[in-house]
């Protein structure tokens, strides 16, 4: 069973900097697609990055550009590192695993860790 722990969530002002961690443990992160999701009070979850099984990262139109995804395997540690940040990317942010089949992810993402908040202003 895979744990996923968020942190580095904060309060910033607009145009700052946050980096998130979210620390894996259970199985080595190699054997895992991942992703950080966000959820705004009244709003619908959304992705907003992701490493895919072939290694790939891919991020939503809201974030390009300004969110980086990466991952230390040695640390079993995925990050998000966040600049030029606006109010709308007020949220709580959620990092999320399912097991790689390949270079496929094995369906939708199954492990969520608890959360962090990040507060624009």
């Known amino acids: 069973h895979v744990q996923l722990v968020e942190s580095g969530g904060g309060s910033v002002q607009t145009g700052g900097s946050l980096r998130l961690s979210c620390a894996v443990s259970?199985?080595?992160?190699?054997?895992?697609?991942l992703a950080w999701f966000r959820q705004a009070p009244g709003k619908e979850r959304e992705g907003v990055a992701d490493i895919r099984g072939d290694g790939r990262s891919t991020y939503s139109d809201s974030v390009k550009g300004r969110f980086t995804i990466s991952k230390d395997n040695a640390k079993n540690t995925l990050y998000l590192q966040m600049d030029s940040l606006k109010p709308e990317d007020t949220a709580m942010y959620y990092c999320?695993?399912?097991?790689?089949?390949?270079?496929?992810?094995?369906?939708?993402?199954?492990?969520w860790g608890q959360g962090t908040q990040v507060t624009v202003s």
């Open positions: 999320a695993a399912v097991r790689r089949s390949g270079i496929y992810c094995a369906g939708a993402y199954n492990s």
């Open positions: 259970g199985y080595s992160i190699t054997t895992y697609c």
